[in-house]
């Protein structure tokens, strides 16, 4: 098989998709630099803390241009995050409390979760501290409305918990608009309900955000898209101004919060991952579309399709065979800048139930927004690819994974 041909027979058929993509991108980089101009951001605020943190003032500088990117009235920005499922627990121990209920409306969330929660066995989890837990699953790909006011009319609910990316399931991420829609129709029953949404991957593929459209507070990785392989590590949580003080009374420790927490060298990092993120969200997006169209031409299923609109910058491919998961992934790797020699092999991984295989040559360990594919051995045996920083590397690494795929 010609797999140029393909490929860049694929690529003049995208052209619409393209089109939009940059004018998304065009959008958000407005965005983030009139939050830049704005705040004033001058060379002092790269300067560093170390110990407690004091006075950061770069890092409250960064804390604010946050806040207007994300339409949000303030956010909590920091390296002291290991990763987005980190955040999400500080988020969640920081608004519940022993006999609240939280309530996923998206059904069960990452398995990273599952025993931050108690949905699996943990003495650190949620549970064990008396807060309970209950779920609705999507329907139809959207909110099952009617069992939403079912419950909250029959139940205090304290915290409403919304994962916009499918993480490792099969439905489908919920964009902007289905996000606000549901938030207007939680917030017609009950205004008291927190409802907190789980970010992650989608930052910048839309020029909305969640709390500009009325969700009480997000929380997003910088190791993904507002990073834009330039943080190191870190997090976000955007939103009311109450709720991001008592996350960073959680992160830290009451009475100091978000005084404390030194930036260790990292704020320009993470101010130039910011400023790049426009741009290397839609080249992740490309690299998908380009990837959900090639693989339609050879009749493999994916998820969304390449003409249809997107909520993150994940891209399903569903194999429906293990083998192929496994030569798809490992082609990946060996299109990738970082450990391009090694051969990934499905591997039991912390806070998942299923073996997994992770493609990830990358210059930050984790780093999703650098070109990745990654899925848990388990039927329908689906590769969830996502980022790349330039479109032209995902497309090479693309022609790889197709050749590991193909050979005979």
């Not at 209920?101 to 549970?127: M, R």
Request: glycine content about 6%; charged content about 25%.
């Amino acid at each position: 098989m010609d797999l140029d041909n393909l490929i860049n027979s694929s690529e003049k058929e995208l052209i619409k998709e393209f089109e939009n993509i940059d004018k998304i991108e065009y959008l958000n980089s407005k965005k983030v630099l009139n939050a830049l101009w704005n705040n004033k951001v001058s060379e002092q605020v790269f300067n560093s803390t170390t110990g407690y943190g004091y006075d950061d003032l770069g890092r409250d500088v960064i804390e604010k241009v946050f806040a207007e990117v994300l339409d949000s009235e303030d956010a909590l920005v920091r390296n002291q995050f290991i990763s987005g499922s980190h955040a999400l627990t500080v988020c969640l121990f920081a608004l519940l409390r022993p006999d609240d209920l939280l309530l996923s409306i998206t059904g069960t969330p990452y398995d990273t979760l599952h025993e931050v929660i108690g949905i699996k066995e943990n003495a650190s989890s949620l549970k064990s501290f008396g807060v309970k837990y209950d779920e609705i699953s999507l329907k139809n790909n959207d909110f099952d409305y009617d069992k939403i006011a079912d419950y909250i009319n029959n139940n205090k609910v304290k915290v409403i918990e919304i994962q916009r990316s499918k993480g490792y399931s099969t439905r489908k991420s919920l964009t902007i608009d289905k996000l606000e829609k549901v938030i207007n129709f939680i917030k017609n029953i009950d205004k008291n309900i927190i409802i907190m949404v789980d970010n992650c991957y989608c930052e910048f593929v839309e020029n909305k955000t969640p709390t500009g459209v009325g969700a009480d507070v997000m929380v997003g990785s910088l190791i993904k898209n507002l990073g834009a392989s330039i943080a190191p590590n870190g997090a976000y949580i955007a939103g009311k101004k109450e709720l991001v003080e008592l996350a960073g009374e959680r992160l830290t420790l009451p009475g100091e919060g978000r005084e404390v927490g030194p930036s260790l060298g990292i704020n320009k990092a993470i101010l130039q991952g910011l400023y790049f993120a426009p741009q290397v969200v839609a080249n992740s997006l490309k690299t998908a579309v380009l990837t959900s169209k090639v693989m339609e031409k050879l009749n493999i299923e994916v998820e969304p399709t390449s003409n249809e609109k997107r909520a993150d910058i994940v891209q399903s491919i569903i194999f429906k065979d293990r083998e192929k998961l496994i030569k798809y992934c490992q082609g990946i790797q060996a299109g990738s800048p970082i450990d391009s020699f090694a051969l990934p092999m499905p591997a039991p991984m912390p806070g998942y139930s299923d073996d997994v295989i992770m493609a990830a040559g990358t210059f930050t360990q984790g780093s999703s927004i650098e070109l990745s594919c990654d899925g848990p051995l388990r039927d329908p045996y689906i590769a969830y690819q996502q980022g790349s920083v330039s479109y032209f590397y995902g497309k090479i690494a693309l022609k790889k994974a197709l050749e590991f795929l193909l050979e005979k």
